[in-house]
């Protein structure tokens, strides 16, 4: 298990967003905890000094490609790209130095998964460089992959089974648990367990992880095979819960 770093950029800028509270329309609502005055390339450099392979970089609507591209430049290969991806523009991220991309709204409409714009995607950047964005969130006993800024309910839960599909067609899973997202409240452990239990590939969660304990709680509970992402909580992103050296200590000390 490792820490896997990101970086959010919400109108060009690096941000740390509760995830519950991203709209296109309604802007007044959104609840930002952290707005930086460094660009997204700053935290790129230091997660490629620091060796920090495959964290994501997360454009949350539009007015962030410029800083994404800066990002990406200065830690090429090193870093994942989401946001707005879809087969008609996935190589060029990859060219401009995305080690894989993350897709989650383009292979979803009407609430659906549409094989053909899976098997579309796999067919413009091959299994090996893409990355399935599973975030859900939960609706009765079940947990629903949601698309369009988490907003937007599918009718596909997170199982054993659609796990074991989805796998057939990426590399990795990116899951977060947008009912925790950024509010350093402590993660969603039946999610985290379900992960760790069913995922058959490389998968990395992202959810109220507010500490060195719950780094580690994500480590027992995911069997030693889930990779974490810590945001809000971190101290370069504004929060007192966790500092980023700390988080790196913890990568070193599980070897990665």
Not at 14 to 25: N, P, R, Y
Not at 218 to 236: H, Y
Not at 238 to 252: L, Q
Request: proline share 2%.
């Amino acid at each position: 298990m490792k820490f896997r770093p990101c970086i959010d950029l919400h109108h060009g800028r690096v941000k740390q967003i509760v995830g519950s509270t991203l709209s296109d329309e309604q802007q007044e609502n959104l609840t930002i905890n952290f707005a930086s005055d460094q660009p997204a390339s700053h935290y790129a450099a230091m997660y490629k000094q620091d060796g920090l392979f495959g964290g994501h970089v997360i454009m949350l609507g539009p007015g962030n490609e410029a800083a994404a591209t800066r990002a990406l430049q200065a830690f090429p290969g090193g870093l994942q790209l989401g946001g707005g991806i879809t087969a008609d523009n996935a190589a060029l991220w990859l060219d401009r130095g995305a080690s894989a991309v993350i897709v989650t709204s383009a292979v979803f409409t009407d609430g659906m998964v549409h094989e053909d714009r899976l098997e579309e995607m796999v067919r413009a950047v091959g299994k090996e460089r893409l990355v399935l964005d599973l975030s859900c969130r939960k609706k009765g006993d079940a947990y629903y992959i949601v698309t369009d800024r988490w907003q937007k309910f599918t009718q596909v839960a997170v199982s054993e089974q659609s796990l074991a599909y989805f796998a057939n067609h990426c590399c990795e899973f990116l899951i977060h648990a947008v009912d925790v997202e950024g509010k350093c409240a402590g993660i969603e452990e039946e999610l985290t367990e379900m992960l760790g239990r069913f995922s058959p590939i490389p998968t990395t969660y992202a959810g109220g992880v507010k500490n060195l304990a719950d780094l580690y709680r994500v480590k027992e509970l995911g069997l030693n095979r889930l990779d974490a992402t810590i945001g809000s909580a971190l101290d370069i992103f504004g929060g007192t819960g966790i500092t980023y050296v700390d988080a790196v200590a913890f990568n070193r000390r599980e070897g990665c």
